[in-house]
């Protein structure tokens, strides 16, 4: 198994920065792929940015966060960033780390909210 714990989240004004951090434990030599997803009250995750673990270090954003949001890795650790420069109050979500393995189920944190004041 794949264990992730996110960290970092928090109050901020709009405009403003924050970095989230995701480190993965356990079997980390399996992962392929790891990113980021938020959700809303009573909505559902949607995706947010990813980044391929092995074989490059290829970026995926959703349209909502291009230009203001970079995603990015230090495999030593190994952990995962979301550097959120820019943000806006319906940034306010909470914010969801997920890695991507190979013959283990896919993992995900207990999530870390950000909220964006206006």
């Known amino acids: 198994q794949v264990q992730v714990v996110e960290s970092g989240g928090g109050l901020v004004q709009a405009g403003g920065s924050q970095r989230l951090s995701c480190a993965a434990s356990?079997?980390?030599?399996?992962?392929?792929?790891m990113g980021w997803f938020r959700q809303y009250p009573g909505k559902e995750r949607e995706f947010v940015a990813t980044i391929r673990w092995s074989g490059g270090s290829s970026t995926s954003y959703a349209d909502s966060v291009k230009g203001r949001f970079t995603i990015s890795r230090d495999n030593a650790k190994p952990t995962v960033f979301l550097q959120m420069n820019s943000l806006k109050p319906e940034d306010t979500a909470v914010y969801y780390c997920?890695?991507?393995?190979?013959?283990?189920?896919?993992?995900w944190g207990q999530g870390t909210q950000v909220t964006v004041s206006s």
């Open positions: 997920v890695a991507n393995s190979y013959g283990v189920p896919t993992s």
């Open positions: 356990g079997r980390t030599f399996s992962i392929y792929a």
